[in-house]
């Protein structure tokens, strides 16, 4: 079974500019999470959904950024204007609940380098 | 809100050897999961192995084993036989029962010394 598909892995782009990062999730999984990585906050949750539906997104850092899911194979996370603090590793992961458990699976991650 | 510690910001060990990395965490919470993740240099985040509260006993994956003392809220990992590959950042996390957000530590830098 393939596992969770991120695109692109590594994204370049200038202050301003619209960013948008992909994550197809794990088959049969129905949750749906986005990460973000930095040297200074380390991994913090942006926002996750459950059965496509965004449940927590107090994570996100302000309007500039938004996530949409819309069907249970898709989801993005887009970043407009993006400025250089967005520089970053932002990672997906997805779970579903099996033997009493809800162990998330990551992404390779998307780095994002904001000029 | 829970908080992870992971107070060893680097870790070395010879390779074949033992290393343990710390973790500790602070909640009001009695059942919650906690996790080690593995990051290797190619930056995917790798569960190693995972714990539930409620269970005593301190679960096993091959070369990679818990110590989980729920009264101190500790929970190291235990490397046994160190290889080459098991360099990483690796990276202690908490969930609580019925959330989804898993809460992480700051990591460790693992270096394996050949």
């Known amino acids: 079974d393939a596992g969770v598909i991120q695109s692109p892995r590594h994204e370049v782009t200038e202050m301003g500019q619209e960013v948008t990062l992909r994550c197809k999730p794990i088959s049969g999984h129905d949750y749906l999470f986005w990460y973000r990585q930095t040297m200074m906050r380390g991994l913090e949750l942006l926002i996750y959904?459950?059965?496509?539906?965004?449940?927590?997104d107090s994570g996100m850092p302000e309007d500039r950024f938004s996530a949409k899911m819309p069907n249970a194979s898709f989801s993005t996370l887009k970043i407009q204007p993006s400025e250089p603090r967005d520089s970053a590793v932002y990672f997906c992961?997805?779970?579903?609940?099996?033997?009493?458990?809800?162990?998330?699976?990551f992404g390779p991650g998307t780095r994002l380098l904001v000029l | 809100a829970q908080t992870v510690t992971q107070s060893q910001p680097e870790m070395s060990v010879q390779e074949a050897e033992t290393v343990t990395l710390s973790c500790t965490y602070d909640?009001?919470?009695?059942?919650?999961?906690l996790f080690w993740y593995k990051q290797p240099p190619s930056r995917q985040m790798i569960l190693v192995i995972r714990q539930e509260a409620y269970k005593q006993q301190n679960a096993t994956e091959n070369r990679f084993s818990v110590n989980f003392q729920k009264a101190a809220k500790s929970f190291s990992l235990k490397i046994s036989d160190s290889q080459l590959g098991d360099a990483a950042m690796y990276f202690c996390?908490?969930?609580?029962?019925?959330?989804?957000?898993?809460?992480f530590g700051q990591g460790t830098r693992l270096t394996i010394n050949p």
């Open positions: 909640t009001s919470e009695s059942d919650y999961y």
């Open positions: 992961a997805s779970s579903h609940r099996q033997g009493g458990w809800e162990t998330q699976y």
């Open positions: 959904f459950n059965n496509n539906v965004p449940i927590d």
């Open positions: 996390a908490y969930r609580s029962e019925g959330a989804q957000k898993l809460v």
